[in-house]
């Protein structure tokens, strides 16, 4: 099976512009999650879909946003960009209880 | 407030010795956890991982070890070699899955 793609894999946005980021599950995987790794802040969590509904979301502001389409892919958004949001957002599908992730986009705030 | 650490920011180990990383946790309702390995700019690799009704799990060189009432799980690499060369995370969840917490993370070098 294919592993978890993820596209652009490199961004390069301005602040107060936003952008929007894709994830393909692996094949037959409903569940997506979204994480954020910074070097201050380490790897955190997002949110979570499900068959198109949000689950769980961590403690971001509601810049921060995600849908899951019918097909399982997710897209996350992220508005008004502040320097601060320069990361590496990973995306992880989920079979029973292991999360898979996906390549990365690294997402750089100027 | 973290609730998984890692407490050695790295480990250096000789080519075909044993490696052991180190995480502990203090959320008692955290019944999976898992390891995965990660080099710079890829997404983390799962390795193993451990639900909290286990106390070890094997898998080729990988060994894992849960110790619920000290909260405390490791990871033993044997044989370690160079390509082992990476930062590890621990991860921990709640509902065998959801929602990772993860570690900060050990660099781990192999010397040859």
């Known amino acids: 099976k294919a592993g978890v793609t993820q596209t652009p894999r490199y961004l390069i946005k301005t602040r107060g512009q936003q952008v929007t980021l894709s994830c393909s599950p692996i094949s037959g995987h409903r569940s997506v999650s979204w994480y954020q790794q910074t070097p201050g802040q380490g790897l955190q969590f997002l949110f979570e879909y499900f068959s198109e509904t949000q689950r769980n979301k961590g403690n971001f502001p509601g810049r921060f946003s995600g849908r899951q389409f019918s097909n399982s892919r997710s897209e996350m958004n992220v508005s008004t960009l502040e320097l601060g949001d320069s990361a590496l957002y990973l995306c992880a599908s989920r079979e029973w209880a292991t999360q898979y992730f996906g390549p990365g986009t690294r997402l750089l705030v100027l | 407030d973290q609730q998984v650490k890692q407490n050695s920011p790295s480990l250096s180990v000789q080519e075909g010795r044993i490696s052991i990383l180190n995480c502990d946790y203090t959320n008692s309702m955290f019944d999976y956890f898992l390891w995965y390995k990660k080099y710079p700019a890829e997404g983390p690799t799962f390795l193993i991982s451990?639900?909290?009704?286990?106390d070890k799990n094997e898998d080729g060189r990988f060994t894992v070890f849960l110790n619920k009432s000290a909260k405390h799980l490791s990871l033993h690499i044997v044989p370690s070699q160079p390509g082992d060369s990476a930062v590890y995370f621990c991860a921990a969840s709640m509902d065998a899955g959801n929602m990772l917490t993860f570690g900060g993370g050990t660099r781990l070098m192999v010397k040859p």
């Open positions: 451990i639900s909290s009704i286990k």
